[in-house]
């Protein structure tokens, strides 16, 4: 099967082929796609692929209200795991972005609403890229995306973090023309 050519590992491709570009409207999921984009940071993402089985023991499967509670000594207890990527201000805003989702559900009644509200609660209709330098780092909607979590205490969420999280979770689908998995010939 053809693939968008990111996707060069057994374990890439599999993201590829069954996660990349499915939406996803779980609260607790689009925290740890949030997360894990933000770790990604400066790294690859078969890096942090590698990785996410210990990122979900460490930070309670990634449910936004127990993370929201770690204290300072769990934290430090994370940072000294060689299995995620001991960057302290990343584990840190991971605490600080669940209590900032926390506020965003009493405001809004989910994180859901808030992220898919860039796209209009749907994946973003666009021509299908001919290759994977036609798919820009940022956009307009992941810039305003970007904004607005800060606004609200949010951090590690630069304008291409948030565009690669739309992407992971279906608000775009940026798969290459003639990949095997895109949705449509679009």
Not at 12 to 29: I, K, L, N, S, T
Not at 87 to 98: G, I, P, Q, Y
Not at 117 to 139: L, N
Request: overall charge positive; hydrophobic content about 40%; aromatic content about 8%.
């Amino acid at each position: 099967m053809k693939r968008c050519a990111w996707a060069t590992s057994p374990l890439m491709q599999a993201y590829h082929d069954q996660e990349w570009g499915v939406p996803v409207h779980d609260d607790d999921r689009l925290f740890e796609f949030l997360t894990l984009e933000g770790a990604q940071a400066g790294l690859s993402w078969n890096t942090i692929l590698r990785k996410r089985d210990r990122y979900r023991e460490l930070f309670a499967g990634f449910e936004i209200a127990k993370v929201a509670r770690f204290s300072r000594a769990r934290v430090e207890r994370i940072l000294k795991d060689p299995g995620i990527v001991r960057n302290r201000a990343k584990v840190e805003s991971t605490v600080s972005n669940a209590k900032a989702a926390l506020l965003v559900r009493r405001e809004l009644g989910s994180l859901d609403v808030l992220i898919w509200s860039f796209t209009g609660g749907g994946t973003m209709r666009k021509a299908r890229p001919k290759s994977s330098s036609e798919v820009p780092a940022s956009t307009p909607e992941s810039s305003a995306m970007s904004q607005a979590l800060r606004e609200r205490g949010f951090r590690f969420v630069g304008p291409t973090i948030c565009y690669a999280l739309m992407q992971a979770v279906g608000m775009v689908d940026d798969h290459v023309r003639g990949c095997g998995v895109a949705r449509s010939s679009r």
